[in-house]
């Protein structure tokens, strides 16, 4: 039996979080497209993904409410969309992605209908990660997208020339949850 070589094991979803959010950087699989003028731009899969596998991590800063209400001043509309809010450790935080950086998490649409990933909190060293996480199969050239919550963000409820449908049952934007 020279010459085989033992299967090396997957890591586990987590574990590669860990990996990837450590790294700072994102894993393969995965190209940005811009879809319209509505929804911007989104992740779409080159790979396929299975159930439960780690995705990509919403990657920023993580600021305290100070940093938060200061960046809300000097952010337009657009910007503000990038500040996701999220509990850790009893404390109020937010991931600022606003900053183009060409990580892809920060690209990641709304979907409150058919979702096919959520965010995790992850910790690496101490600090918080947000990453998502496959909740079906993904197959390739399927845009990832999850639900941002029970907000009642207005892409929801418009009509758009592009879309001619409310824009409840589109789902776009890069409008940013509270976990």
């Known amino acids: 039996m020279a010459g ?51 995705l990509i991590e919403y990657r920023g800063d993580v600021i305290n409410k100070e940093d938060y209400e200061r960046r809300l001043k000097l952010y337009d509309n657009a910007l503000e969309v990038f500040l996701f809010e999220f509990r850790f450790n009893g404390k109020q935080l937010w991931v600022d992605a606003a900053k183009e950086d060409d990580s892809l998490g920060r690209l990641v649409n709304d979907d409150h209908v058919n979702p096919n990933s959520k965010i995790k909190i992850i910790t690496v060293d101490k600090k918080p990660h947000l990453c998502l996480f496959a909740i079906n199969d993904i197959s390739p050239g399927e845009e990832i997208r999850y639900n941002y919550g029970d907000s009642e963000w207005p892409w929801r409820y418009q009509v758009t020339s592009e879309t001619e449908e409310p824009a409840s049952l589109v789902c776009g934007d890069n409008r940013i949850l509270c976990v």
């Open 4 to 54: 085989i070589r033992p299967r090396r094991a997957k890591k586990k979803p987590e574990q590669e979080a860990v990996y990837y959010a450590s790294m700072c950087k994102d894993k393969g699989g995965f190209v940005s497209k811009y879809i319209n003028s509505f929804k911007g731009r989104g992740v779409f899969t080159s790979s396929h993904f299975h159930k439960g596998d780690f």
